[in-house]
């Protein structure tokens, strides 16, 4: 089942330009696809809906992942807080733009990709269920 998954995986990613690299000391495939997320000219108003909605959906996921690591690990609830704090400033930024748009009537442009990457897990030394890595 999981070699199933890995191939469909690769066929959805090779079939799109995507690029395929070796990491040297493990051997094992990376696989990346761009997408793309955001692209076009908006009104103040709908740029910020879009814009925000995205930084708040990220502000709310590190926000439980911190929640989450109070019982963990340190490191990584430092990590989700700080990633907090950058987006939070990057609200503030993005809020500030969508005034000057709006009151010197400006449009916003927004050009926006996801890089997405299938990777080996650095703490698994072998495939899960018995499958094997993608090469």
């Not at 040297?24 to 000219?41: P, Q």
């Not at 500030?96 to 990457?117: K, Y």
Request: proline share 1%.
């Amino acid at each position: 089942m999981m070699k199933k998954l890995l191939l469909r995986a690769r066929k959805l990613i090779l079939g799109n330009k995507a690029t395929v690299q070796k990491q040297k000391n493990i051997g094992t495939a990376f696989m990346a696809k761009s997408i793309k997320l955001v692209k076009g000219a908006f009104e103040p108003a709908d740029a910020a809906d879009v814009i925000l909605s995205l930084i708040n959906d990220k502000i709310k996921f590190h926000t439980i992942q911190s929640l989450n690591l109070k019982k963990g690990s340190t490191e990584d609830q430092e990590r989700s807080e700080q990633r907090i704090t950058e987006l939070t400033k990057a609200k503030k930024m993005v809020t500030e733009l969508v005034v000057i748009a709006r009151d010197q009537g400006f449009e916003i442009e927004i050009d926006s990709n996801i890089e997405i990457t299938l990777k080996n897990n650095k703490n698994r030394t072998k495939p899960l269920n018995g499958s094997t890595f993608i090469n």
